[in-house]
């Protein structure tokens, strides 16, 4: 039975961050990570704010996660730069909207979050775009996600 909790203990960061960086290393994004980097990642969302970390547990093991950070905006508070990762196995059950629920639902309840942002990817079946248009979501074509080298950036600076 799946169940989803704040961060039990922060060994579990191990274990999902492992999971994290096997699944993203082969994917179709192409990015290179690495269990240390994804440990990096989640500690660094977790310090920002533990109440925004739930962590989805078969048992004791961890077997997904979603995080996010709290941004005051003009129109109340937004959640920003999340992750939401569900490892391979347990994915097609539920467990992303089980976390996604709980994020929404206390982000909403203990700090009036309004409205969630994220920027995403499709593979060649549409996932997971796909699964966040059925929530709800909707592509915001007058907004583009930007990325720039730093070096090149000062460069030009």
């Known amino acids: 039975m799946i169940t989803i909790s704040n961060l039990k203990k922060e060994t579990d960061?191990?274990?999902i961050a492992e999971e994290y960086a096997n699944y993203y290393a082969n994917s179709v994004l192409g990015e290179k990570w690495t269990k240390e980097k994804a440990i990096e990642l989640f500690k660094y969302f977790y310090r920002q704010n533990k109440d925004l970390f739930f962590v989805a547990y078969d048992k004791d093991?961890?077997?997904?996660?979603v995080t996010s950070v709290l941004k005051p905006w003009w129109d109340g508070n937004h959640l920003e730069d999340g992750e939401i990762f569900v490892v391979k196995k347990y994915q097609r059950q539920g467990i992303a909207s089980q976390l996604m629920k709980a994020l929404c639902v206390c982000a909403h309840d203990k700090y009036n979050a309004t409205t969630l942002e994220a920027h995403t990817y499709e593979d060649e079946n549409g996932f997971p775009l796909n699964w966040y248009k059925r929530l709800g979501f909707k592509t915001m074509d007058d907004l583009k996600i930007i990325s720039g080298d730093i070096e090149e950036v000062i460069k030009k600076l």
């Open 13 to 15: 960061l191990d274990i």
């Open 61 to 65: 093991q961890p077997v997904g996660v």
